[in-house]
């Protein structure tokens, strides 16, 4: 089936004329122009750095996909809604310090407390968190009609004061947490599995199960299917039956749990949490996203290239740190790629004139 | 021919061709221009006229021939370069700043100045030189209203006045009354002929053969890319030039009407809306039939349509289906009470654009397809199969995106989508409009169709031969009311204007 599309598609090309051949072939880079710049960065980061390409730092890349990988998973529905999300990094900073003061062992933020309470009552309390923030960001944007980057914008700072009053409970005084418990700890970064000696933290197959779920209410759900609908045209979407607002809120709820798991594997991984913890993560996350082909156009995206775009994303940020590349460049390298990669993303869906 | 006068040539384009990828959208056309007459170019969608047109204002870049206005050869590289060598175009899709006023669009790109030492945009220049092209075409629009506010055939006018205030020499139309009433044709055809009598040469792209065979000198017509006949219009009649159009006979415009009207299915009762014009409607619709509805444009037939859809928000009134009250308060609860309904604007809000043909088709239906809480592929795309193969869709496949698809085929695969809601009410707001002949007749059949399984149809259209040819019986809808109602079998075009005036 894939081969007879092969070859005929190389038949069509054949049939061009050399002008239109050059023109497929231009086409064809410049639309995987990030791709093609990240081999290659690969490649050359591999030849000067050969511990770039041995696998104790292959395993550190996978690991680090994995934690990066659920807020990347949520924040792509409000993109493919033709939003965007930027206090997914804050929901994620609120989250692990909820879950770091209360799966710890010094319960500074609430010193009347003796033992920490189970992991599963935690876990569902930040999941509800998220969900709160992601239902307040929802609900602003599908009744209020308001632009998801300005609701999002409010909620971000929001949800800042809220992590900063939180960390003055107690005796903290706004000093980092940390002292987390064993039990905490060893649910997210235990041992899955260990290859050649190099240990697989847990959260990866967390993050693999994340995926899977993603995948099935983006494919396999009414859910799923209404959220493209809303994301390519809100109008034809509420002429055809579908509960636009709902599906708005569902998006932005189901991203905020993601946050939510986010920021509670995160204070484990981390093994301590503070103010500043999720800082910026949404701009990775975007990022991810907009290179893995979830596009703000709108209605377009799959699991599948989220998945590739925080894997390369994370591909990129190890080399860089192999090369020694000044951590402060590290920004402007960031945000050269969500450029680049935009532009290159935009011009797919541009109607040629 | 001998007594008819000579007239200059103005603007002559000669063995014009465009190669898209794939495509020989234009293959050698031609087509000459004289002053003072208004020549016609007509073809099905995707003939090539609006190619050829691009062509002349430079949007694309020909592969080869040549264009000459007033015996120089011309090559535009941009609609601003025509415009200012005198060559304007009225888009059929009007591109106008909609949140600005009239007079900065008419001076958009070329703002009048206070004087040369001071470079301030003069705002009483404009309102005066706006004016004054406004008077001239016995247009009654303040410059200085928002154009968000103004009605689309007001907003045409103003990208008419636009073009005469160029002084431009050749004009093309495109489309015009599309969406303009009768009367307002009326208007448009006055202030063509007053053009034409200047020596403008106008080019009138239109799908109506009635406006055609009254506006035009000549008539071009062009199929699959290609020149097909240049002939006075004296000399062609409507069945000739749907001859020349699809390159075969169409015994019938419309199919027979061979639906059988049933007991009552819908009954409406003052339906009166909360934010439009429509007031105190009622009606009542049968089985197994079509029932048009006629009216100028802002009479309340969309709003009608939308008020029964629930899109729009009710002030009063009651529907029955059946004898049992129900509410439509929105789109969801009217597809639960089986109506479903093919909006006006196809663009805007029917299609989802970069979505595949199967997200297309079972959007409105998606609960069908589950098996346990998930959907199944397997269903999802029987369904879709059955939407193409019903509809006799044109598509590569499943996976195509719709908006690559013609007006027509997308039409087909929206009316798709709501037959598989198994609606018992079908609710069509211009289900033809910007569709090409051949396709608006398998449309037609498609709505008879629906009739024959004793469903119930309600159509708006402008176009009253369609009405004629298709409906049963006509409500005809005239300044938000019910001006009254006729039978198809046995009214004329004549009636229907009439009460379509009546609270005009």
Known sequence: MSDNKTAGKAQEFKALSSKDKMRKVSDLLLNNAMYIIIVLAVIYISIEEPAF??????INVISLTAAKLPIALGIAGCIVLTGTDISAGRVVGLTACISASLLTTVFKVFPEMTSAPPILVVFLMVLAVGAVVGFVNGFSVAKFKLHPFIVTLSTQLIVYGLILIYLKNGT???????????????????????????????????????????????????????????????????????????????????????????GFLDGARIASANANTGLNYECDAIAACVIGGVSFVGGIGRISGIVVGVL????????????????????????????????????????RK | MENQEKKDVLLKMEGICKSFPGVKALDNVSLTVRAGTVHALMGEN?????????????????????IYLEGKEINFKTSKEALENGVAMVHQELNQALKRNVMDNMWLGRFPKISKWCPLTSESKMYAATKAVFDELEVQVDPKTVMSRMPVSQRQMVEIAKAVSFHSK?????????????????????????????????????????EILRISDDVTIMRDGQWVATRPAKELTMNEIIRLMVGRELTNRYPEKDNVVGEPLLEVKGLTAA???????????????????????????????????????????????????????????????????????RRATGIFGIRDIQANTTISSLRRYKVGPFLSNKKLSEATEWGIRSMRTKTPSQRTQIRSLSG????????????????????????????????????????LNLAKEGKTVLMVSSEMPELLGVCDRILVMSGGRLAGEVDARNTTQEEIMTLAAKYV
């Open chain 1, 53 to 58: 390409r041995k696998l104790p730092s292959i």
């Open chain 1, 172 to 262: 903290n005084n706004g000093q980092t947490l940390s002292g987390l418990s064993d039990g905490y700890r060893a649910l997210v970064t235990g041992t899955l599995f260990t290859i050649q000696g190099v240990a697989v933290p847990r959260y990866v197959l967390y993050a693999v199960i994340l995926t899977v779920i993603m995948w099935i209410i983006w494919n396999k759900t009414t859910f799923g299917k209404n959220m493209f609908a809303v994301g390519s045209n809100e109008e034809a979407a509420n002429v055809s039956g579908v509960n636009v607002s709902r599906t708005i809120i569902m998006v932005f709820m189901l991203a905020g749990v993601m946050y939510a798991i986010t």
């Open chain 1, 312 to 351: 390369l994303l994370q591909i990129i940020f190890a080399g860089l740190n192999f090369l020694s590349v000044d951590a402060n460049m590290l920004y402007v390298i960031k945000g050269l790629i969500i450029l680049i990669a935009c532009a290159i993303d935009m011009r797919k869906y541009l109607v």
């Open chain 2, 46 to 66: 995707g003939a090539g006229k609006s190619t050829l047109m691009k062509c002349l204002f430079g949007v694309y870049s020909k592969d080869s021939g040549h």
């Open chain 2, 170 to 210: 050749v004009i093309v139309f495109d489309e015009p009354t599309s969406s303009l009433t009768e009367e307002e044709v009326e208007h448009l055809f006055r202030i063509i002929n007053m053009l034409r009598d200047r020596g403008c040469g106008i080019i009138y792209i239109s799908h109506k053969m009635e």
């Open chain 2, 275 to 345: 934010y439009s014009a429509l007031r105190d409607v009622s009606f009542v619709a049968k089985k197994g039939e079509v029932l048009g509805i006629a009216g100028l444009d802002g009479s309340g037939r969309t709003e009608l349509l939308e008020n029964i859809f629930g899109i729009a928000t009710r002030k009063e009134g009651e529907i029955y289906l059946e004898g049992k009250r129900v509410m439509n308060r929105n789109a969801r609860e009217s597809l639960a009470n089986r109506f479903a309904m093919l909006t006006e604007e």
């Open chain 2, 408 to 447: 027509g085929n997308q039409q087909k695969v929206i009316l798709a989508r709501w037959l598989l809601t198994e609606p018992e009410v079908l609710l069509l707001d211009e289900p033809t409009r910007g569709i090409d002949v051949g396709a608006k007749y398998e449309i037609y059949q498609l709505i």
